[in-house]
């Protein structure tokens, strides 16, 4: 179905056809009707992994990027991803780059992205995820609703992850506060958070994978995820997620941070500003290339990761994971999970179920 459906999407610009799949995607997700449509038609077979201290019901995930805002997990849940990553979701509402700020360069199998974290804030992608959050300004001041009914609380049927990114404006150095009020609105109602300092298009946030500067990010989050800790009694996992371009020191070096800090795993990897091996016309647009492009690159990272880290922590496998071997080969070598994104504009949503009955 996807074939017929796919000139027509890639007859739009690429953001306006994204933004129409996620509308359609969840609009189908809150009908029970076509939602169980979609999970008879994309059920996949059950090949649980567990991992930091969670169970997914297999191991192919979606990347973050996709429904930065959390409009549609039901409806993507219902795709048959074992685990689905929101966000990048930053603490104040922030537009993003200007428009046009995503290419496809279809003869690559690959993307460009420059969108530097639109997102429509925390507090509004708390309440897609706890209704109860919901209250007008008399019932925040109370901090209860008289009269009103708690909801329960949605059912994913899907592990959620919620990623992190800091506001434009918010200088390095005050980085960690973003994070910290990130991880305090959060940690109640995710699975599990990535710490991502890995984008390309927010100006100076990769510096913050250096050693000294992510250790102290990550030493600040892991004491206050302790504190949380208490509050929800359950521990929740935090990762972070690399970019493919740091070299082998300091490669190396955030990893060693990573582990200092007792995080509880790595994704490696996010898009790269690398152009090798890309034809398209839109090679010299500015930004991330994820997709097939990347595929090379993202395994050698994913590779030297799984060396460093040895087993201490679970590795998450993201970049050019475009089709059942791809994803097959990055489990072999040993990570725990993959996500894909981009694989998912070239191939449709059956991608998944492929990948799922292949391993
Ligand atoms: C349009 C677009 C937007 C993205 N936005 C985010 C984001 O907000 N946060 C993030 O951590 N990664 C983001 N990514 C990166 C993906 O999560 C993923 O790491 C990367 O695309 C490599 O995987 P792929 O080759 O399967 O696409 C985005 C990717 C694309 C194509």
Do not use: C
């Amino acid at each position: 179905m996807y074939n017929l459906l796919r000139p027509r999407l890639f007859d739009m610009d690429p953001e306006r056809a994204h933004a129409l799949t996620l509308q359609t995607l969840s609009l189908a997700g809150n009908f029970p009707i076509s939602h169980w449509l979609m999970q008879m038609m994309y059920s996949t077979p059950s090949k649980p992994v567990h991992a930091f201290g969670l169970t997914f019901k297999n191991p192919v995930g979606l990347a973050a990027g996709y429904d930065k805002d959390g409009l549609a997990i039901r409806g993507l849940s219902a795709l048959g991803f074992g685990h689905v990553e929101i966000g990048t979701v930053t603490p104040k509402p922030q537009p993003g780059n200007p428009s046009p700020r995503v290419f496809r360069l279809v003869e690559d199998e690959a993307v460009i992205n420059r969108m530097g974290f639109p997102s429509r804030g925390s507090e509004f992608v708390q309440m897609q995820l706890d209704p109860n959050l919901n209250l007008n300004w008399i019932e925040r001041i109370l901090g209860f609703s008289p009269g009103k009914r708690r909801k329960p609380r949605p059912k994913w049927n899907t592990i959620l992850g919620v990623n992190l990114g800091k506001n434009k404006d918010t200088p390095n150095e005050e980085a960690v506060l973003d994070y910290l009020a990130l991880l305090q609105n959060f940690a109640g109602v995710a699975d599990y958070l990535t710490v991502n300092v890995s984008s390309p298009n927010t100006v100076g946030l990769r510096s913050l994978q250096g050693r000294e500067a992510l250790e102290a990010l990550l030493t600040q989050l892991h004491q206050q995820r302790l504190y949380e800790q208490r509050t929800y009694e359950k521990r929740i996992p935090i990762l972070v997620k690399l970019a493919p371009d740091l070299n082998d020191a300091e490669l190396d070096e955030a990893i060693e941070a990573i582990l200092h800090t007792r995080m509880d795993g790595i994704i490696v990897t996010n898009t790269t500003l690398g152009r090798e091996g890309v034809r398209s016309n839109h090679r010299g647009e500015s930004g991330g290339l994820s997709g097939k492009p990347l595929t090379v690159k993202s395994e050698a990272v994913l590779l030297h990761t799984i060396k460093r880290v040895n087993g201490e922590i679970p590795v998450v496998s993201a970049g050019g994971v475009m089709n059942p071997v791809d994803a097959k080969r990055r489990l072999d070598f040993g990570a725990a999970l993959v996500q894909v994104y981009t694989g998912l504009v070239y191939r449709g949503p059956a991608l998944v179920k492929e990948i799922v009955k292949a391993l």
